[in-house]
């Protein structure tokens, strides 16, 4: 069934971004010192011939999504390459709807197809979770786009009024449990209001100095904070995220302890934990967590939740983690491409989903979904998100409710990247009282108010569709 405010994208244009760390961050075994955030602009066209832009954006955190013994930059151009690809795609893609469902279809019937035949030939195949992360870029701008051109927020539209396909269309439930998604829309996951300001996390990288005793001389010299201390004190921090290296138990656990003594000596209330898919035994996590409640019951009380310490190949890497998460709450990160894999995460053992608006808009949605339906908890974690990306990210935190605020980190590693949106928005670009504030944002689509951001953009690395 057709809907008369169905639309389909008619054109896509392309822009590479490039950005550097004031601070080198550490993902995995790997240390980045510059992203590429990739930012496109979708024009949608409805039955009746209006159009409308819509804009979306995402870093593309290469040692993230595909970690590998490549060198940094055959990743980096590799994904840089597919993004084209799928500009050209976006542009050509006939299927009409709401843009969830369109962009549901293009997941399904598009996306494996083009990574395939980008993959061909290639040395090593480009992982699944970055063409996801490629790809989200168009999806979110798809969103955007149709709220533009309907006047109206996005988030009004996840409903019987807007959408012709209800969730049993999408999603199937667990065979144990009595869910059932006939008739359900995603607004019926939404939090009833959604709040203005939400906890900020604060990403404690594996090289991030702790103290004095830690400072090696090459730290930045500028008006930001470098050690811990006086990040708490500067933006008034009550939650920290602990990078672990997931192959060294001492290391890991002699971090947590030294970082939790500092939480407890300035006023911080939660700590959590992420192993960065390095961790390929549940004993691994089970014998740090119980050392920690043993020797520092304080310090374990703190931890909120574990975050992905298995490998993110969920399929391939059937691990049984409940007896992790009989310990604590553990969290889907990587593993988490959609509500699939949610689902098989479930059953292996784990309880709660980090949700990440790099795998789309849509995917993160219907994954939301999936999840409070089976009783499981939510996140919403970073990708070290600055400029236009911020704002569905926060956005996404705030409509589906989570365990405990939002991860946000793009203001220690490259705080000057969103200097133009941060006039507009200062709330959602700093962290005060150890929060962040997205009032500001207001309007159609994602609601950016992008007229008034002062942002000059390279010249477009690829062009497609109508003019």
Known sequence: MSLPTDIRSVASELFFLPVHTRMPLKFGGETVTYVTCARCR???????????????????????????????????????????????????????????????????????????????????PMPWLAALVCNSLFDIALHDAYGRLHDCDIYETYNA?????????????????????????????????????????????????????????????????????????????????????????????????????????????????DFNCTVTEPAYVNAILDRLCADHPRIYGMLLYVEQPFPYELERNRIDTHSCSARKPLFLDESAHDWQHVRLGRELGWTGVALKTCKTQTGALLSACWAKAHGMTLMVQDLTNPMLAQVPHVRLAAQVGTIMGVETNAMQFYPAASSAEAVVHPGLYQRRNGAVDWSTVSGTGFGYRLEEIERELPAAAARFGEP
């Open 161 to 273: 009024q807007w959408m012709s396909r209800s969730l049993e269309q999408f999603l199937e439930p667990a065979t144990d449990t009595a869910v059932d998604f006939t008739g359900q829309y995603p607004e019926d996951y939404f939090e009833e209001t959604a709040p203005r300001q939400l906890p900020a996390w604060h990403l404690v990288g594996g090289v991030d100095p702790l103290d004095e005793g830690e400072l090696t001389g090459s730290e930045p010299e500028d008006e930001y904070p470098v050690l811990l201390a006086d990040w708490i004190q500067t933006d008034g921090l009550k939650c920290l995220k602990i990078k672990l290296r997931g192959n060294d138990a001492e290391w890991d656990y002699a971090r947590v302890v030294k970082i939790g003594q500092i939480a407890l000596e300035h006023g911080v209330d939660w700590l959590t934990t």
């Open 42 to 124: 979708i024009t949608v066209r409805d039955a009746q011939g209006r159009k409308a832009d819509g804009w979306g954006e995402t870093p593309l955190s290469v040692t993230w999504v595909w970690p590998s013994t490549l060198s940094y930059e055959d990743r980096h151009e590799a994904l840089k390459s597919f993004c084209e690809t799928l500009a050209e795609a976006w542009a050509q893609f006939e299927h009409s709807g709401h843009p969830l469902e369109v962009g549901s279809d293009f997941i399904e019937q598009q996306l494996p197809r083009l990574l395939e035949a980008h993959n061909a030939g290639r040395p090593e």
